[in-house]
């Protein structure tokens, strides 16, 4: 008997992966044992210093979270898969996996005089999942893995998309080297709209 799905194990694996991504988010996430706290303001104290590392959780946090609600909406569309699809994924996933470095750099130094290389970092996280889009849309176009005309149609605007966010990127990613506060202001901002997006896009 065939496999209902033929990409079930794929997702299966993959959804394994942003689940253990998203979980690393929070380990960095801490007041430092050598905090001497006396009272509850020192508490407060010591809390507002973790705020930036909160930040930066919770916005990788919902790159993440959307990332995965894109990639099962982009398994949909196919009824088949591939060698190179898989890999394809597979170098998806290397971005997700890696956001939590970058995520745990940009919360300890976002407010400080040394923020350009973490969120340079942060944004070649960024490109590196573009890119990962990237292939996944060639793949599934070169090995005609889209189940009807409508979901290749699908299929090659995410393509242009992917092409988009990794030229985006990659510019945001050049421009941090001046103004690193200002670019990670602007990604946040655009994730956010993407979350208000994807909440409210009706399902097809």
């Known amino acids: 008997m065939s496999e209902p799905n033929p990409n079930s194990r794929l997702e299966a694996f993959c959804d394994g992966v942003f689940a253990i991504a998203l979980t690393l988010l929070i ?9 001497k706290i006396n009272n509850t303001a020192d508490f407060w104290h010591a809390l507002g210093h973790a705020a930036p590392s909160i930040f930066a959780f919770v916005l990788s946090f919902t790159i993440i979270l959307i990332t995965w609600v894109n990639h099962h ?3 949909k569309l196919g009824n088949k898969s591939s060698a190179r699809f898989i890999y394809a994924n597979g170098f998806l996933l290397l971005g997700v996996v890696f956001m939590p470095f970058p995520t745990s750099l940009l919360g300890e130094y976002i407010l400080t005089n040394h923020a350009a290389p973490a969120v340079i970092l942060y944004e070649i996280t960024m490109g590196l999942q573009a890119l990962g889009w990237a292939l996944i849309t060639y793949a599934a176009l070169r090995d005609n893995i889209g189940k009807n005309e409508k979901a290749n149609l699908q299929i090659r605007k995410n393509g242009q998309y992917a092409f988009y966010a990794f030229g985006f990127y990659t510019l945001c990613a050049i421009i941090a080297i001046w103004f690193p506060l200002t670019i990670a202001i602007i990604t946040t901002l655009i994730w956010i709209v993407w ?10």
Do not use: F, Q, V, W
């Open 73 to 75: 909406n982009a398994l």
């Open 27 to 35: 380990i960095d996430i801490r007041i430092p044992s050598a905090t």
């Open 195 to 204: 979350l208000i997006h994807g909440i409210n896009i009706k399902n097809e």
